[in-house]
């Protein structure tokens, strides 16, 4: 049978390849909200076939994979025939969709970006896509995101791997959920898997050589045979329902879609059908269309049945999205997706939905025109007497015209009516930012007040609306002569204030300044010819050559120098004068002073190996002390530092751990210790600096890891990998900092020399918060691990989280759960009381959540690939699972709704079967749906007594 074969011509390493592969795409997926990664190899009969693609919808997945591999057949296909790279922007409209633009119009595919997979030859035998539903190009960041997983990929597969063997065409169809059934030409049975058996009820030896009109009954349409047996005796595809019977006479409707396969001279040999039962769905459908009133109301509504394929939509439905009833049918509601909304919004929406049987909340969504939308979107599940989900039923109105009134009423809150200039709140709002762009950038961030002489005479004189109106063509002008950077804010009357950015210096300013009164001087002409003519006063405070930095402070500086401005205005040389500050400018950097003074110090955090069960290594940090004993970290000091301040940074603090690591080795306490570099430092004159510190000291490099922050200058500068090379062969150990906060870290991991990895504390912090980015970090760490590269978490602030991450399998914690940073006294006395700490850790309901979600994986995979393997009988047994001995440490009664669960879980597994080297798939979706039970449980329970006082 052509064409049925899906075995990829890559190595049998390619299955075991399999989870590390879909952790690289759901990690892509995460870094590009909105994409869906996929992975695609050349079968073996030159066709392009689906390899991963843990989050591509069931729909997409049957219609993608199995492509010809042709011109104009999609992005993928055009990889595997350029062996290039290919960027498409919007593939309705792109000739290389040609063949595919009726089907990615109907399923609102935009961009499909996609690199090649190559084989140790260089060949192309694959692709790495992200496709989204949105239009776009990728960035650089994103090419090399696409490059370097496809890279890492081609290296999983094409690992040495073992002999195995085809799958038969038998097996497969023993593997398949749903009926199949092979006749000849007559439609005399030749073949049928378990599932057809299921549905029937006959034996294999009950049916072979009957003809398939044993499956009719008194009540099938006549008219409905008649149909089926047109399209066969022509040797054509049907897909449709009938009414058949079963081995015991009871009736069931049938969903056949039957195709013909033809021999190689073309003639007609056989048919294979594809049989399921849906009486189900048709009662359910039934029972639908006696609610149709409601059905047709103002609100849209949508109806999936349980594997989220819309069978129905409403009127409103096609109204508000634009999409009619048969354009939809058959897929899912991802057709809307407005990428808006990422991968953790959709989770936390389908853990609520399951859990609660409903959700309901704000979306936003797009229409058949492409047009984004708000809606408030309800959702609710719907189940049958046995408690299945059978439908899920969607109800959603548009928001746009109130999202447009909110939008007003914010803009009116935060605007001059008048001018349409920001007003004092919106001042208040913006300063803050501007301040820090201000520390960032180390320019002058400059608050000018702005007053019209003498308006209130013009005003009187010309009258109130024609002094509006000169008003408002002032507002223009100011807008007019300020640089884009700059804002302009109306206070009131004949009052305006002027946010000046990213000043060099004071000549940089009054250049401004000059071209702002000139703007206002020019002449107005009224209506009538009349001329008006405008002075104006100002006053400049500056940020931060004033003390003050809060907005109260700086405008009563900037008006105290308007009216020195207006009280001199015979005298002046120029329309402003400057608030002078008691204080000399030497204050604008007094922590780079306090630096240059000998104010660093520093301090350590421990960081804990849990295999080792001790303190192994510290991390050290700098501080700045002053003389009051004040201390200030990174954050606040390292913007007012120069490169040449960072340089000495760097070496000051090697030297200074160098000679703590010496006098803790003399106490008897050996540790390594790690040793921050701020890559734009990192060169040449930097790496004989820190091989002359280690010379002088002769302390072994091994005992000292370089920990390197990355950033986009470092990662696009191939000298500074170079160098980070260089350091490696002195004998030094690599860190790389904050993985996770970028995915260029996540990319260059397989290419730069490091030894560890330490991920990024945002994630690790918030896991109480965010127990679901357990399966983040989870991922990363099986990167890691392949790679061997040691993970070290960051930001491990409590038991609960060190519990979690120790049942996930990470081994190195640094964190306030293990100490804070701490001077080096605190340190000699933390490491002595720590030598003789053999505390055991806490146990937690979020432990022993992650203890459940790596169980249940390690059960899935094993039952994928060995099930044979696997003693049931042994795992029905729930208390020799240590899950139960954590729920019974943590207080629960035997009787408890966890402990119920968790042995109703484990009697789930103790009843799997195997059929045909697989477990039942039926079987298989009770231990799943419990699981999700009992790790929903869980996290209730965990939140539930996080709540409690302590």
Sequence with gaps: MRGLSCNPVVPEAAESALPLVESLCLLAERIVPGALATVMLLGREGELRLYAGPSLPEGLRERFDGLRVIEGNGSCVSVVLSGEKVLVHNATQDERWLRLHELARALQIRACWSVPIRDPLGQAVGSFALTSFREGTPTTEQERLLEGIAAVVAQFLFQPSVDGRDRSFAAALRSISEGVLLTDAEQNILY???????????????LIGKNCRILQGPKTAAETVARIRQHLDAGQAYSGEILNYRKDGSSFWNQLSINPIRDQQGQLAQFVSVQRDISEERQQREALRLSAQVFEAQEGIMITDAEQRIVRVNRAFTRLTGYAESDVLGLTPQILHSGLQNGNFYERMWEKLHRDGEWQ?????????????????????????????TNYIGYFHDLTHQKAREAELEKMALHDPLTGLMNRRALEEELPRARARADRSERLLALVVLDLDDFKEVNDRIGHDRGDAVLQRLAQRLQDSLRHSDGVVRIGGDEFILLLEGLRDVDQLE??????????EKPLVLESGEQIHIQVSMGVSIYPLSANSNLELLLREADQAMFESKRNKETRNAPWAFWSPDESAQSLYPLRMLFRAGGLQSWYQPIWDQRAKRVVGLEALARLVDEDGKVWGPGDFLGQLSEKDIFSLTEQMLRKAILDLQALEREGQVYWVSVNIDPQVLGTACIYAIKGIVDDFRVDPARITLEILENHDFIDRQIATDH??????????????????????????????????KLDQGFVRCLEDRPQDLRFVQSVLGLTKGLHIDLVAE??????????????????????AIARPMPVPMLHEFLERSLQDDRDIPVSFLGLYAQHISHFDILEKTLELHPEIVDFQVMA?????????RLEQLGLAPDAMLMTLHQEYHALIGCLRIENGKVRDADWSAVEDCHRRFSTALLDAFWLRAQQPA
């Design 192 to 206: 049928f898997n378990n599932a057809f058996a299921e549905i029937t009820g006959y034996g294999l030896a009950e």
């Design 511 to 520: 250049s401004v300044l000059r071209k702002v009164n000139s703007a206002v």
């Design 361 to 389: 909340g704000e979306i936003w969504n797009r229409r058949k025109n492409g047009d984004l939308f708000p809606e408030f979107l309800q959702i609710r599940a719907v189940r049958n007497n046995a408690g299945e989900i």
């Design 724 to 757: 980070l090379l260089d350091l490696k062969a002195m004998g030094f150990r690599l860190a790389l900092d904050d993985i996770g906060s970028g995915y260029s870290s996540l990319l260059r991991l397989k290419e730069l020399p490091v030894d560890k990895a």
């Design 877 to 885: 047994n729930a208390h020799a699972c240590p899950e139960e001995r």
């Design 795 to 816: 930001g491990v602030e409590s038991d609960a989280i060190r519990d979690a991450l120790m049942e996930m399998g990470v081994r190195y914690f640094q964190g306030y």
